[in-house]
């Protein structure tokens, strides 16, 4: 065949060992044509698809064929056509030799004729199928287990777990979809996966109907060609040449495959790699302008910064989609920074912030010297050029990013550095003008003296005077002082950073080509992050615990004077996030002993920015006092043994605060520096706003002293009678004085009796309706009479109600409740008030003490006229109550009497007869308060008359009782001889129920108390305390376990 029938082409794919895709070597105009070629009279083992098996070699016939051909410029002419099935049969030749004769040579293809269409070359094929099999290799192999051993072993489903295990894998591009989506066939595995590039996004396919002519007519037609199958793919602009980029650097290459996440549909997002190439893929196609950035999967990839600068250099150029590009307000500015940055492109300062690994803020001298001691307002923060360091996230670390942090810190906090600025990258930070500098950054004076003495494997400063050179890939000399240190070549030389590759055109660092032989010196010695070392990956964050797991884990350091920590934040003048690395303890602390202003006050941003400068990622040792409430751990800080409070306190910018001082030993150095700032009207003592502050103050505390002064208690004094006990400490008492108020109650209720009668008849009652706090007349359940109440609560038709003048709470229907419209009988207070004991806590459970408190207090004073003093002091109302009693003449003494008649006392236990009289007692109440408003009416017995009265008296109400039993005149008979044996006495209540163990002092009532004229009757009451305590009575059978859970004994 002659020459000129050759087509010259590039071969785009190879699909078996015997068919080949070629396309046009012309691309300039677009994609260009294409054609697949099966081989002319060859044919190959079969592929397996599916289910199927491949046939022996098949895999080997492929590759072979692949490797051999794929990329590479050929020639070809078509030899014959397959009418029936139109599939086109050719010979392919490379540099000249023929491909199919290649194939049958490696026993990867047999000659094959199709009928009486040969090839023009099937001699040449038949003599080197011969020799093949003469050889004994490939497909004439006569050894079965090369047979066997030439299938692949295919999966039957996606293995989605292990391959995110792994993520790193080698294989080949198969398919291409679109500009950033291809299928790779996994190797060894053979799982096929799709792959989207992560980070980027190249123009698409719109799926449409084939005759789509409006938006409106869109979706029917869509319905009918999902059907019908009349649906076509229009591509977006360029959509078509990203495609054909991608297919003419992946497909059917080697490539390698990161895999960082997947979908719902089991696609894969990640980066891809050709084997031979230096850099990935993303960057090449972002380059030539196929492509932009995907902001939400950027974040996934190592070197997102690369690619947008990619991307950036196809929009400075207006590469295909960024044709009509045009630049932002954002990327003007930053043109003009880098333009006018020759003016601050080097300058000196002190390193104030650690930020990261490669990180720095540095506050720049107000003059062009090292020497310069006075700073400006302006700190620049520098990113370290041409490196990157392992980063920190937000909860958690990548390995030996602590430790580049670390590295970084103790040889750069508090140096003079001096600083050039190399170049300047867009940045997402609105503090820095969305702009981020990076430079250079030499120490000329070393810093945190402290940080250096403790890092001992630091370099040693290399001695003598003159310059070092150093050759650069520009070819020019750089010199660096021998005195002075590189901040990014410590880091390299430590095996924690790694050399930012650069594209040619790319600014870097003057010192790259030395950056590039550090970091490869750090992999030999395989130091750092090169290494095996496991690094710390996460600290035990506690500021976002509570109290008692910070308390938990700081008893650790119960016995400690010193904890060596790092400040790692400022939040205020006086608070801190602290790192204690020993310990891998992260945590929130606080100074004690002095307050600060807040931050909307003045000289808080100055107060701040003074103890950032002193302690802000500085070695510094904890002095741990305590732990607040809210687990933030108060204490101490010392720098180079100097007390931060001290430093904050001279300096003016806090103030003593006095409780926490005042437990300190350093209280007098505290306030003498306090004064002496004061007196040089330093910071907040010299401020206006601070001084009329504290003035005010002044005053105020003056005010609340005066206000704290004691002032003597009101009291009111009265007779009364106890109603009703509500427990231990808890009874009603009605005024005796107020008996003709109640008169006037009592005979509007009677009055109003027969109207209320009548209009329940017509039932009105069901117009009624009552809600919380409301007065009202309430009908008592027993006696079936009217007085005042005050509804407690409510539940739909029932309610809880208050007898306001006795004290007694009854559930009641509507049907008894009654509207109280009289003003002037609504008008009258209640003639009785809740009340308790003064000073004394009765314990509400005496179970153990075989003793019912609510029973006792029955027995003790319910009923009997009492001599009423209601004590008033802030607020707080208590009663002293006495009353009187008999007692032999002869057993009279200051001491307290014992009236309960009716229960014995053996040593500290009072104990119930066996008849149960605590039952029987409060049936007796009960009726009492059934029949409470009769007592009130009659004029009770005055126990201040002469005992032989009150003994006729009590005759005749005997002689008028014909139907009591004889048994009960005999009892009142003994008692009227023992009355006239006794004498009549005033018993203080309080006293005597703590003489007798059945009640503690409150401490809360005493101190309220203790200033005013009760003082020595408090003290009388502790007295009498410390003898029933003395006397293990009552409550204090186990001495001082009051409170305690008695079981435990």
């Known amino acids: 065949m002659e020459k000129t029938n050759l087509k010259p082409a590039i071969v785009k794919y190879v699909q078996s060992g015997d068919v080949v895709t070629v396309r046009g070597r012309d691309s300039k105009k677009g994609p260009p044509p294409e054609k697949t070629l099966t081989l002319a009279s060859i044919q190959a083992p079969r592929l397996g698809r599916n289910k199927e098996k491949d046939e022996a070699f098949a895999w080997e016939s492929r590759e072979f064929l692949r490797k051999l051909l794929i990329g590479q410029e050929v020639t070809w002419f078509i030899e014959y056509i397959d009418e029936k099935s139109g599939r086109e049969f050719g010979t392919i030749f490379l540099n000249g030799q023929n491909v199919s004769v290649m194939v049958v040579e490696e026993g990867l293809a047999r000659p094959r004729a199709l009928g009486k269409k040969v090839s023009k070359y099937y001699r040449n094929l038949e003599e080197a199928a011969e020799a093949a099999e003469t050889a004994k290799i490939g497909i004439w192999s006569d050894t079965k287990r090369e047979h066997e051993n030439s299938i692949r072993k295919l999966p039957r489903d996606i293995d989605v777990k292990s391959i995110l295990n792994q993520k ?3 294989g ?12 790779v066939l996994l190797l060894p595995s053979f799982q096929s996966i799709m792959v989207y590039f992560a980070g980027i996004q190249c123009p698409g396919f719109k799926r449409v109907s084939a005759n789509e002519k409006d938006e409106k007519s869109k979706k029917k037609k869509e319905k009918d060609n999902k059907s019908s199958g009349d649906v076509s793919y229009v591509p977006e ?5 990203a495609k054909f980029f991608t297919e003419s650097k992946l497909l059917g290459r080697d490539v390698k495959v990161g895999i960082v996440g997947i979908d719902k549909n089991e696609f894969f997002y990640g980066d891809i790699q050709v084997v031979d190439d230096e850099e990935s893929f993303l960057y090449q196609i972002l380059t030539e302008g196929y492509a932009k950035i995907a902001e939400w999967s950027i974040k996934y990839l190592p070197n997102p910064e690369k690619m947008r600068n990619s991307e950036q250099m196809a929009k400075n150029k207006r590469k295909r989609i960024w044709k009509n590009y045009t630049l932002s307000e954002k990327d003007l500015r930053m043109q003009e920074l880098i333009t006018s940055i020759s003016e601050t492109k080097d300058f000196y300062g002190t390193v104030v912030e650690i930020i990261g690994g490669d990180f720095i803020s540095v506050r720049e001298k107000t003059e062009k010297d090292p020497n310069c ?11 370290l050029s041409s490196i990157v360091t392992p980063k920190k996230f937000k909860h958690s670390l990548e390995p030996f990013s602590f430790e580049a942090k670390e590295a970084l810190r103790k040889i750069a906090i508090g140096a003079d550095v001096k600083v050039t600025i190399d170049y300047v990258r867009e940045s997402d930070s609105k503090s820095s003008n969305g702009l981020r500098e990076y430079g250079t950054v030499l120490i000329i004076k070393n810093g945190d003296q402290s940080s250096q003495e403790d890092d001992q494997n630091a370099e040693k400063k290399k001695k003598g005077k003159g310059k070092k050179k150093q050759e650069t890939s520009t070819g020019k000399k750089q010199e660096t002082p021998t005195g002075e240190k590189n901040l990014a070549e410590h880091l390299l030389s430590l095996g924690l950073a790694s050399v930012v590759r650069h594209r040619s055109n790319d600014p870097r660092s003057p010192f790259y080509d030395k950056y ?10 395989r130091l750092g992050k090169f290494s095996n070392k496991k690094p710390i990956t996460q600290f035990n964050d506690l500021t976002n615990q509570n109290a008692s797991k910070v308390t938990q884990i700081f008893s650790l350091f119960n016995n400690v004077k010193k904890i060596p920590a790092i400040v790692n934040f400022c939040t205020s003048p006086s608070r801190f996030i602290i790192l204690i690395p020993k310990e891998t303890i992260i945590a929130r602390f606080a100074l004690s002993c002095v307050s600060v202003m807040n931050s909307s006050e003045p000289l808080f941003d100055e107060a701040k920015d003074f103890v950032r400068f002193l302690c802000q990622d500085r ?3 904890l002095e741990f006092e305590r732990i607040d409430k809210k687990g933030t751990v108060i204490g101490n800080i010392l720098i180079n043994n100097t007390s931060l409070t001290h430093l904050i306190l001279s300096n003016g910018y806090a103030q003593i605060h006095e409780f926490s001082a005042q437990k300190s030993g350093d209280y007098q150095n505290l306030v003498q520096l306090e004064k002496s700032a004061k007196e040089k009207k330093l910071g907040i003592w010299g401020h206006e706003y601070y001084i009329s502050k504290l003035q005010s103050i002044e005053k105020n505390s003056e005010k609340k002293r005066q206000e704290s002064l004691p002032s003597k208690p009101i009291e009111e004094h009265f007779e009364g009678f106890v109603n009703i006990v509500y427990g231990a400490n808890s009874f009603y008492i009605c005024n005796k004085d107020r008996e003709n108020e109640l008169e006037k109650i009592t005979k509007f ?14 039932n009105k009652s069901q117009d009624l309706k009552f809600k919380k706090d409301d007065l009202c007349l309430s009908q008592n359940a027993e006696t079936g009479k009217w007085c005042r109440g005050k509804i407690i609560s409510e539940h739909k038709t029932a309610y809880k109600v208050l007898h306001i003048d006795f004290g007694t709470i009854e559930n009641v229907t509507l049907n008894q409740l009654y509207p109280l419209e009289d003003n002037e009988i609504a008008s009258i207070p209640p003639l009785g008030a809740q009340a308790k004991l003064a000073f004394i806590e009765i314990p509400s459970d005496q179970r153990r003490l075989e003793i019912d408190p609510v029973e006792f207090l029955e027995d003790l004073i319910l009923g009997i006229p009492t001599e009423c003093t209601l004590l008033r002091q802030k607020n707080v109302a208590v009663m002293n109550c006495f009353i009187s009693a008999w007692k032999p003449e002869a057993e009279i003494d200051p001491e307290p009497v014992n009236l309960t008649s009716n229960l014995e006392q053996k040593g500290f236990v009072v104990k119930k007869s066996k008849q149960k009289k605590g039952k029987k007692k409060s049936k007796q109440s009960k009726v009492n308060l059934k029949s409470q408003e009769k007592q009130f009416l009659e004029d009770f017995p005055s126990l201040s008359e002469q005992p032989k009265k009150e003994t006729n008296n009590e005759n005749q109400n005997q002689n008028e009782n014909e139907n009591e039993n004889q048994n009960e005149n005999q009892n009142e008979n003994q008692n009227e001889n023992q009355i006239e044996n006794q004498k009549l006495i005033k018993v203080d209540i309080v006293k005597h129920i703590v003489s007798k163990g059945l009640a503690k002092v409150d401490k809360n009532q005493a101190k309220l108390f203790s200033d005013s004229d009760y003082f020595d009757y408090i003290n009388q009451l502790k007295e009498l305390e410390k003898e029933a305590k003395a006397n293990h009575l009552g409550i204090w059978l186990f001495g001082d376990s009051y409170g305690e859970d008695l079981d435990a004994f």
Request: proline letters at 3%; zero cysteines.
């Open 172 to 183: 080949i591009v198969e398919y291409v979809r679109d500009g950033s989506t291809v299928r």
């Open 237 to 241: 602009p360029y959509a078509l040449n």
């Open 373 to 383: 001691k006075t700073y400006k307002p302006l700190e620049r923060k520098i990113s």
């Open 516 to 525: 590039v032989s550090l970091e490869e010196a750090a992999k030999k010695k």
């Open 619 to 621: 070695q510094v040792e």
């Open 168 to 170: 790193t894998f080698q």
């Open 749 to 762: 209720t009677d009055s109003i009796s027969k109207k209320i009668s009548q209009s329940k008849s017509k």
